[in-house]
């Protein structure tokens, strides 16, 4: 459990571009005792999504933004030789995401929870093509690939992408999971695009996947299908 005013103390430090503040809150926390995998999910995690949130909302400055994200992304580097390391699952997890400096820090954040809860994961990042993506996944072959923090410009493309894997088959037993950006915001989304699974967080993401079947996966989820209405990507708005 965290100290009640550690995100609002880690947040305003990293606002104000303060490494060394910022360093000192992350530090004082695992001094606490909570391990680094909680830090990840519990204070870096939230003060991300915070940060898009004001980003969104026209609260912060472009140059806040920045300087709060590659504080919060050097912070992470730096943790994750701290995290845990759980027995080897044998399961392999491909993830890319959106070009931009926030969505690479939630893609690179599971990356490293998937990396420590056992699976083998490969972080592509973002800008790459579809054609890119199909490529590496043909030859790596993972159980999951995750498409994380999509923009409403980039959903037809998306789409495109989903719908050329289930039309080659090649990897019928591979799911395709989204999660972050606009998938987060547009309810139904995932199910429109012909995703597998959708999480709505990292903790969440780790959960789901961690099930052995593709149907025990979607079990998790249920409660998401039956609140979610379909919307076509055409519609989406920011």
């Known amino acids: 459990m965290i100290k009640e005013g550690t995100l609002e103390r880690y947040l305003d430090t990293l606002l104000q571009g303060d490494r060394k503040q910022s360093r000192g809150v992350i530090e004082e926390t695992l001094q606490t005792g909570l391990p680094a995998n909680s830090v990840y999910i519990d204070v870096i995690w939230p003060t991300m999504v915070e940060i ?3 980003v969104r909302a026209d609260r912060i400055t472009s140059s806040q ?50 990396e420590s809860d056992g699976w083998e994961v490969k972080f592509l990042g973002g800008g790459l093509t579809n054609e890119d993506i199909l490529a590496f996944i043909h030859d790596y ?13 980039q959903a037809p493309d998306i789409r495109r992408l989903i719908d050329t894997i289930r039309d080659i088959n090649a990897w019928p037993n591979m799911r395709i999971m989204v999660s972050g950006g606009l998938f987060n915001r547009a309810e139904g989304l995932w199910e429109e695009i012909g995703a597998d699974l959708f999480a709505s967080n990292a903790l969440e993401a780790l959960q ?9 996966s979607e079990q998790n989820i249920v409660y998401k299908t039956q609140k979610r209405h379909s919307r076509t990507v055409n519609k989406i708005k920011i």
């Open 141 to 153: 072959a993972p159980d999951i690939l995750l498409i994380y923090g999509t923009k409403p410009k």
């Open 52 to 54: 898009e949130n004001l």
């Open 65 to 114: 933004e920045h300087l709060a994200t590659r504080i919060n992304r050097t912070i992470v580097d730096q943790l994750q030789n701290k995290l845990p390391r759980k027995t080897i699952r044998n399961k392999k997890i491909v993830i890319c995401c959106a070009r931009d400096e926030l969505q690479e820090l939630g893609a690179q954040i599971m990356t490293d929870l998937f």
């Open 208 to 216: 789901i996947a961690s099930k052995d079947s593709k149907t025990e």
